[in-house]
C-alpha cells in the first residue's frame, strides 16, 4: 500500500479496482472554517499519521520546540515518560541545546494503569510500569517533557521514582494547554471536577504532583506550532489542487482548552 492523499472534510469517495473518485464534497456553511480536533495532533493520533498535509510527529516536534521557546529551564537533560511524547522531548532538547537521555524505560509486563478502580491502585501501577535508568540521571536536573497532564495522577509518582532515584532537580514540561473544558464532539475527557487545572491544587501544581516547577505550552504556540507547515502547503504555488481546494481559513478547533466550541450548544 502507499499515500495517496487524504479525504477532505465533507467529501464523499469511491474506490474503485480502476481509480479514485470524488462524487461530492459536502459544503460548509458560508465563511464557516473547519474545525479539526487539535488534540489529535497532541495525543490522540499515532505520531505516523498524516492530517492537513503534515506528520503528526513533526507536529509535536515543533510542539516541543515551541515550548523551549517559552518556559526554557536551567537543567542537564531532556528526557520524558515512554513513550507518546517523545517528539516533544527531541524537539525541546535539541532548541535548548540539551542532551536527550532515557530515564525510565516501559516494563511490557505490566498491563494498563488507567483501568485501575480507584486512583491508588493507578499510582501503583505507574510505579511498577516503568523501570529507572538511574546511572543516565543521577545527581543531575532533569527536565520530563509530557504531553499532557489531565487529572495530575500519574505524574506525581514517577517525579518520586526519579526523585529517590538520585534526580536532583526534576521540572515539568507540558507540550500541550490545560484541559479545562468538556468536549461534545465525541473525545471522552473526565468531567470538569475531575480535571486538575480546574481543581484549586491547579494554583500550586508543582508542589502538589512534587516537581521543581510545572510549565505548560501556550493555547497560542499549540495553534502556531499546528498551523505552521499547512500555511506554507497553502501558500506554495505548486501545491496540488486538492490542497488548493481547502477552505481558505484553517481552523481547529480548542474548546477542551479554551471553552470556544466550533458549533452553538444546544441542550
Not at 509486563?109 to 543516565?136: E, W
Not at 504556540?221 to 481559513?249: C, D, P, W, Y
Request: charged share 25%.
Amino acid at each position: 500500500s502507499r499515500y495517496y492523499r487524504e479525504v477532505l472534510p465533507g467529501e464523499i469517495v469511491k474506490i474503485s479496482r480502476y481509480d479514485v473518485q470524488t462524487l461530492d464534497v459536502v459544503p460548509r456553511p458560508e465563511g464557516d472554517p473547519s474545525a479539526f480536533c487539535i488534540f489529535e495532533y497532541v495525543y490522540f493520533a499515532r505520531p505516523d499519521s498524516i492530517f492537513e498535509g503534515q506528520m503528526v510527529y513533526s507536529v509535536r516536534r515543533r510542539c516541543g520546540q515551541q515550548l523551549a521557546i517559552e518556559a526554557p529551564v536551567e537543567a542537564d537533560l531532556v528526557s520524558t515518560v515512554p513513550e507518546s511524547a517523545t517528539p516533544a522531548a527531541l524537539g525541546y532538547a535539541q532548541k535548548c541545546g540539551l542532551p536527550y537521555v532515557e530515564v525510565l524505560c516501559k516494563n511490557r509486563y505490566v498491563g494498563r494503569t488507567f483501568i485501575q478502580p480507584n486512583m491508588r491502585l493507578r499510582q501503583l501501577g505507574v510505579a511498577k510500569k516503568f523501570g529507572v535508568l538511574s546511572d543516565n540521571f543521577k545527581g543531575k536536573r532533569v527536565v520530563i517533557i509530557d504531553d499532557s497532564i489531565v487529572r495530575g495522577n500519574t505524574i506525581s509518582p514517577i517525579i518520586k521514582l526519579l526523585r529517590e532515584s538520585g534526580a536532583k532537580e526534576v521540572h515539568i514540561r507540558v507540550a500541550s494547554p490545560p484541559i479545562r473544558f468538556p468536549c461534545y464532539m465525541g473525545i471522552n475527557i473526565p468531567t470538569k471536577e475531575e480535571l486538575i487545572a480546574n481543581r484549586p491544587e491547579f494554583h500550586d501544581l508543582a508542589n502538589y504532583i512534587g516537581a521543581d516547577s510545572v510549565v505548560y505550552l501556550s493555547v497560542e504556540g499549540l495553534v502556531s506550532s499546528v498551523q505552521e507547515s499547512i500555511k506554507a502547503i497553502q501558500e506554495n504555488e505548486n501545491s496540488l489542487k486538492t490542497q488548493k481546494s481547502r477552505v481558505g481559513k484553517i481552523g481547529h478547533c480548542t474548546a477542551c482548552l479554551t471553552g470556544e466550541y466550533p458549533v452553538e450548544l444546544e441542550w
